[in-house]
């Protein structure tokens, strides 16, 4: 959604006012330790998109007792916002957090390749000694 200083900052209302439905006022087991990371809301302030991460083992679990609760977190998320608009809400697993470890763990597993010297091309460059080495012997 389109983005400025006003709507950045509705945004933000939103999501801390989410937070802390879904900390103190929801008692969903499933809907622990998971973390609201953003929220879109529309110009109009009729639609919410809501992005939630937690634990990748737990997206399917996670995502239908955001459903089951959708109903009860709206009504509350309208009393704490105290806007002309209620938002309908749709919920997102946020996998951006997931993906930044897996590419910190492959940063960590460096290939033995990227050791070898290797030309402005990226070919490897091969010493004299090595070439005489390999060559054929008769």
């Keep these: 959604m389109k983005q400025n200083q006003y709507s950045r900052r509705t945004n933000e209302i939103a ?3 989410l937070a802390n439905i879904l900390l103190f006022e929801i008692s969903d087991p499933d809907l622990q330790l998971v973390t609201v990371t953003g929220c879109e809301v529309s110009v109009d302030k009729s639609f919410m998109r809501v992005f939630i991460s937690c634990e990748p083992d737990r997206y399917e679990v996670v995502t ?3 459903k089951r609760a959708k109903g009860r977190i709206r009504t509350l998320l309208g009393h704490a ?4 608009v209620t938002p309908d809400l749709e919920f997102k697993i946020d996998t951006t957090t997931d993906e930044a470890e897996r590419i910190a763990r492959a940063l960590e597993q460096v290939p033995s390749t990227l050791e070898i010297e290797k030309d402005e091309f990226g070919y490897p ?3 004299d000694s090595t070439v005489s080495d390999e ?3 008769e």
């Design 64 to 66: 239908a007792a955001c």
């Design 135 to 137: 060559s054929p012997k």
């Design 125 to 127: 460059i091969v010493s």
């Design 81 to 84: 916002l105290k806007w002309r």
């Design 15 to 17: 999501r801390e006012k």
